[in-house]
């Protein structure tokens, strides 16, 4: 089954704000829906990887895709992250998905155990056949799931169903690869990064949109970039992209995705318990949220100048 949907601008990813014991915030998701929603981005994609999906049992990944359409469908294009280890397990999320209203399932290789790229292919044709009612958006993420090669992504082209792919493979020359092969063969299919840091040469490159976590904490800064592109001011718009790669770093240094809760937090968006004091000390945290807040206010002042 063909679908007209094609994902393109800056889709923010939800992240989930926890209270003791695993136990999800709604009132802290809530506020953070708001803020997504208040901003300019084209989507919001929870139950992603920043989003902690792994750490949520089936039905906590559900209730948090019933609480993102509550509140933004509508208003926002919705894709929901439908990753999981089985066939079944997928098209469970898929289907509730669908029920929904989302516009798309996003959906990364069968993780924990590595697999050959030909059961890959037949994970993801037994998926699309068994989810044709809604586009599907392809997840290369290497670095926590079978790679998703090249040749695969090729043959998953002739899929109607699936409509595009974010890459979070962090290699623009796979990128590079990915739009050429998408020119030849399927132009109106969307190639994405899901990457922050290269998210001007990704554009530059051809991608026509992205899935990051930035988008959700810096909507300002991502928008702008997204503005000043289509102006076709590259050079001002790979200046904002370089004004947050300190603070990318910074909340790098952190367990992922600790630190983009804590950047998160200081834009007042609560996420509730950092499990990361213990393991820096408190002296070695504080000196850490300091600068994460000066790298933060930095990022905001050139944005505000910018735009």
């Not at 014991?21 to 300019?40: N, Q, T, V």
């Not at 991608?207 to 959700?216: D, L, N, Q, R």
Request: aromatic share 8%.
């Amino acid at each position: 089954m063909s679908h007209d949907f094609r994902p393109s601008g800056p889709y923010g990813v939800l992240l989930t704000p926890f209270l003791e014991k695993g136990r999800i915030d709604e009132e802290g998701l809530e506020k953070e829906l708001d803020f997504m929603l208040a901003s300019d981005i084209a989507g919001i994609f929870p139950c992603a990887t920043t989003g902690e999906f792994i750490s949520l049992s089936p039905e906590d990944n559900l209730w948090v895709m019933e609480k993102a359409a509550a509140m933004a469908k509508g208003r926002k294009r919705l894709v929901a992250g439908v990753c999981a280890a089985s066939v079944p397990g997928v098209v469970r999320y898929a289907k509730r998905a669908y029920e929904l209203g989302y516009d798309a399932i996003v959906l990364c290789p069968p993780y924990y155990i590595t697999m050959p790229q030909s059961e890959i292919l037949e994970f993801y044709l037994q998926v699309a056949k068994e989810t044709a009612y809604i586009p599907m958006v392809l997840y290369h993420i290497p670095m926590f799931t079978s790679e998703l090669s090249l040749d695969v992504f090729q043959r998953l082209l002739s899929v109607p169903s699936i409509v595009g792919l974010k890459d979070s493979g962090q290699n623009m020359k796979r990128i590079a690869h990915e739009v050429d092969i998408c020119r030849r063969e399927r132009p109106d299919f969307s190639i994405l990064t899901g990457t922050d840091d290269m998210l001007v040469p990704s554009l530059v490159g051809g991608c026509v949109g992205s899935m990051t976590a930035f988008s959700a904490i810096l909507p300002e800064a991502n928008c702008l970039i997204y503005r000043l592109m289509a102006e076709g001011k590259v050079s001002q718009a790979m200046e904002v992209n370089q004004s947050y790669l300190k603070l990318l770093r910074l909340a790098d240094s952190l367990t992922f995705p600790a630190g983009y809760k804590r950047i998160f937090a200081e834009r007042g968006i609560p996420m509730g318990n950092q499990q990361v004091v213990s393991i820096l000390g408190q002296d070695a945290y504080r000196d850490l949220e300091k600068e994460i807040r000066l790298e933060l206010l930095k990022v905001l002042a050139l944005t505000e100048l910018k735009g």
